[in-house]
């Protein structure tokens, strides 16, 4: 049996040990989910994450790492989701460290709940095990959460589309234009879009300009792939936000980019905007040597987006399953 130290971040000094643990699970479950010691030290620098409370590190008795949980607990909302995220050594899967992990997110849940006098949910993902491609990775995980008391709560497919077939050129209604974001001077008016075009989706928080801000501040991060849709008065109405890691795609030796964020304002919908916008996207990703775009979208998407996807050549590659457990 192993014994385990449980302990807080460190910091900077963590990285490297937390990039190894999280590659050496890359390497045997081949979910496109390896890091390096940059990516992590940008995502931990969230404004709305709390590093000494909201990431904890296991270790056996030699000092090695062999666990991880990190949660990410929105800083609003009358009702708080925590998403966990968590990954195990391959050699020490299958004994009580899983376990501990999430016994460590309901107990800091608890204290966001106590501290804010709100209701709290524990949420966690993991992709679903295809039949045609069986994975013991995938199916542990999901036997885990199910073991915990989490419910499979909502679905979400990952898509793509080839960028070496044609893309239909984008037509506004009049009095639309699309442009590149001005970074910083567009700020405040793209989180009011983001907010507002959002919040009538499913477990909607609403997004800061302090966070935006650090999503600007990605060393990957191409304005050119940055794009709204502006309205005659001035109005940001629609927007397609895409990223290219170089990182990632030289990880999985595809060359890829991802529609991160597309969006259209309540008040706007039904105009053409939402696929005028993806169709500029996917445009400045070819022009920028992307060969395929990819996507995610909720299966349950009320403004019809999977619909959009698939009118404009996407299809789906994988699903991923969205966990809940209620405290």
């Known amino acids: 049996m192993l014994t385990l130290t449980m302990r807080p971040y460190a910091g900077d000094a963590d990285l490297e040990a937390i990039a190894n643990l999280i590659n050496t699970c890359e390497a045997v479950d081949q979910l496109d989910e390896g890091t390096s010691v940059s990516e992590l030290q940008q995502q931990f620098d969230e404004p709305s994450l709390d590093k000494a409370r909201d990431i904890r590190l296991w270790e ?10 990190r949660l990410w607990i929105p800083p609003t909302g009358k009702v708080i989701d925590g998403f966990l995220w968590f990954r195990v050594l391959p050699t020490a899967r299958g004994g009580d460290l899983e376990r501990q992990i999430v ?3 309901e ?3 608890r204290e966001v709940s106590q501290e804010r006098g709100v209701q709290v949910k524990l949420r966690s993902g993991s992709r679903a095990n295809q039949s045609d491609s069986p994975s013991k ?8 959460l199910e073991s915990c008391g989490f419910i499979a709560d909502r679905y979400f497919f990952t898509m793509e589309r080839s960028l070496s077939l044609p893309i239909p050129e984008f037509q506004l209604p009049d009095g639309f234009t699309i442009r590149q974001v ?14 507002q075009s959002f919040i009538d989706h499913w477990n909607h928080h609403d997004l800061t300009v302090e966070s935006y801000k650090h999503w600007l501040s990605d060393p990957d991060y191409k304005p050119e792939l940055d794009l709204v849709a502006v309205a005659a008065d001035g109005t940001f109405a629609a927007f397609c936000h895409c990223d290219i890691s170089p990182e990632d795609n030289k990880r999985s030796g595809r060359n890829e980019g991802w529609i991160s964020t597309l969006g259209t304002r309540r ?14 996207g996917m445009q400045r990703l070819k022009v920028a040597g992307v060969d395929t775009a990819r996507l995610g979208v909720d299966t349950e998407n009320p403004s019809g987006a999977g619909q959009l996807y698939e009118s404009v050549g996407f299809r789906k590659v994988y699903t ?3 966990y809940v457990k209620d405290m």
């Open 60 to 69: 056996n008795a030699d000092g090695q790492l062999v666990g991880m949980g």
């Open 103 to 105: 016994a460590w997110a």
């Open 107 to 109: 107990g800091r849940m």
């Open 137 to 144: 990775t995938l199916r542990d995980r999901i036997a885990l």
């Open 182 to 195: 001005r970074s910083n001077e567009d700020a405040e008016a793209w989180v009011e879009l983001f907010n």
């Open 267 to 280: 008040g706007f919908r039904r105009k053409g905007l939402g696929r005028a916008t993806l169709l500029a």
């Open 320 to 322: 991923q399953i969205m």
